[in-house]
């Protein structure tokens, strides 16, 4: 793919970046490690005060940068700039609390043998970040703000169609007062990837993306016997019970669907319905759904905005047409609309079979599968019927309904009677092919760094 800013809403190429040449990845590369050795040195009141200015900067900045975030991927300015303010509230979060996530750990002298003893945490160095398109500035900064307040550099290696995003970050974090080499956006594609992560000089990486890129990232990683994160994907279940709020589950339903166009990792994808209160729910979730408003993202107006890329979008209409090949019943949406742009109704499906991409697999566009469940039973079997295991939702007022949905749900998330999201006190991550590790919260911040046991006789 071409580094390029390309309008999804028009298709339109609106400005074409050349990747960097193999010697301005050993520039980076060199001013990462001699950046490193700066930041490692500073003090974590030193870092706080950049990441609040980097903070500060993002608020004054809001709307030029929602607008720059949508003319890339097609994000409604809205979600756009509540993104910018979310990347804001984090570094405010991680300037607050990495001192206390990171403080030296004491352990029992007396039965170590020991004066003293204790486990601090140090940087392990640079990490590189492969980050995807769908929150351009909020995936790297839920890496960037805890990487860089545990001391480590960050080096960004972003999704090849929001460019201008991938600047914005090393540009921030430099007028926010970080030493140069803190943090470097690379302009590569995903062929140099191998090569950067090799680099003796890279001690980790972090990767959201596909199940491909994923294990690809892994196995040289592995090969070069260094530490990653890995987040890939999802398709959460979000069940509703007999006793749930029905009005309310579904107009968060239609939220947690639809949100950034779909293109969202921890976006319900596979409603559960009991069969007690199935036809209210479906009645109220198709009439929410149908009357989302799609088209110019800019608009303030607007609910839905386009798909990323054409390839997205076409994936998206390939696997519904699928599930409609194989007897599955479209209830709203489901049809490319004509004229130009990468747009695609909101489009609820229900009939699916195992034999349907759309059981298990992850869509990631505005499209939910609907399912009539008859027992907790048959809801817990289908929910876990899938490779992923990112996020799940449950919707049910019953206290002992709601302890057995935290305990039988796979995942790295439980929502009861509320929408997944992610939140920087909050630790962000999935098990089965959605990926390992964490981010956010102390776990996050601890991924990267070493571990060091200390004992004073």
Same mark, same amino acid.
């Given at each position: 793919m071409a580094i390029a800013t390309t309008n999804p809403a028009t298709g339109e190429v609106l400005k074409t970046f050349e990747p960097m040449s193999d010697e301005q990845i050993e520039?980076?590369?060199?001013?990462?490690?001699?950046?490193?050795?700066?930041?490692?040195?500073?003090?974590?009141?030193?870092?706080?005060?950049?990441?609040?200015?980097?903070?500060?900067?993002?608020?004054?900045?809001?709307? &030029?940068?929602?607008?720059?975030?949508?003319?890339?991927?097609?994000?409604?300015?809205? &979600?756009?700039?509540?993104? @910018?303010?979310?990347?804001?509230?984090?570094?405010?979060?991680?300037?607050?609390?990495?001192?206390?996530?990171?403080?030296?750990?004491?352990?029992?002298?007396?039965?170590?043998?020991?004066?003293?003893?204790?486990?601090?945490?140090?940087?392990?160095?640079? @990490?590189?970040?492969?980050?995807?398109?769908?929150?351009?500035?909020?995936?790297?900064?839920?890496?960037?703000?805890?990487?860089?307040?545990?001391?480590? @550099?960050?080096?960004?290696?972003?999704?090849?169609?929001?460019?201008?995003?991938?600047?914005?970050?090393?540009?921030?974090?430099?007028?926010?007062?970080?030493?140069?080499?803190?943090?470097?956006?690379?302009?590569?594609?995903?062929?140099? @990837?191998?090569?950067?992560?090799?680099?003796?000089?890279?001690?980790?990486? !972090?990767? !959201?993306?596909s199940e491909g890129a994923g294990r690809a990232v892994a196995a040289i990683a592995g090969r070069e016997l260094k530490k990653t994160v890995l987040e890939l994907g999802g398709s959460d279940p979000f069940i509703v019970m007999p006793s749930a709020d029905l009005p309310r589950a579904a107009a968060v339903a239609t939220t947690a669907r639809c949100q950034n166009n779909g293109q969202s990792c921890i976006a319900a994808k596979r409603f559960l319905v009991h069969t007690d209160v199935y036809d209210e729910f479906a009645e109220a979730f198709v009439a929410s759904m149908s009357s989302l408003v799609v088209g110019d993202p800019m608009a303030e107006g607007t609910d839905v905005g386009p798909l990323a890329t054409g390839s997205g979008r076409d994936e998206v209409d390939a696997q519904v047409r699928d599930a409609v090949a194989h007897g599955a019943t479209v209830l709203c949406g489901g049809q490319v609309p004509d004229g130009p742009g990468w747009f695609y109704p909101p489009t609820v499906v229900t009939d699916l079979t195992p034999q349907m991409q759309m059981w298990s697999d992850e869509v990631f566009g505005p499209v939910a599968g609907l399912f009539q469940v008859s027992s907790y039973d048959e809801a817990v079997a289908i929910a876990n019927d899938t490779s992923f295991g990112l996020g799940a939702n449950a919707w049910t007022t019953d206290p002992d309904e709601q302890e057995r949905f935290i305990t039988d749900l796979a995942a790295g998330a439980v929502f009861i009677n509320g929408m997944v999201a992610s939140h920087p006190a909050l630790p962000f991550g999935g098990i089965k092919n959605s990926g390992y590790g964490r981010e956010l919260s102390a776990h996050g911040i601890r991924e990267f760094c070493n571990i060091k046991t200390v004992w004073v006789g």
């Open positions: 520039s980076a590369l060199s001013r990462a490690a001699a950046g490193l050795e700066h930041l490692r040195q500073t003090s974590f009141a030193q870092r706080a005060e950049w990441l609040r200015a980097a903070a500060d900067i993002l608020d004054s900045e809001a709307d &030029s940068i929602a607008r720059m975030m949508t003319t890339e991927m097609g994000k409604t300015l809205l &979600s756009a700039r509540a993104e @910018v303010g979310k990347c804001a509230v984090a570094c405010r979060f991680f300037a607050e609390h990495a001192e206390g996530y990171l403080a030296d750990e004491p352990v029992d002298a007396d039965l170590v043998g020991a004066k003293r003893a204790y486990a601090r945490y140090e940087p392990l160095g640079a @990490v590189l970040a492969v980050m995807p398109w769908n929150f351009p500035l909020w995936q790297a900064m839920r890496f960037a703000a805890p990487a860089l307040m545990a001391g480590n @550099v960050g080096l960004l290696k972003h999704a090849s169609n929001v460019p201008q995003t991938a600047l914005f970050m090393e540009d921030l974090f430099r007028r926010a007062g970080f030493p140069d080499g803190s943090f470097i956006t690379l302009l590569i594609g995903s062929g140099a @990837v191998a090569r950067v992560l090799a680099d003796p000089r890279v001690r980790a990486a !972090t990767l !959201t993306g």
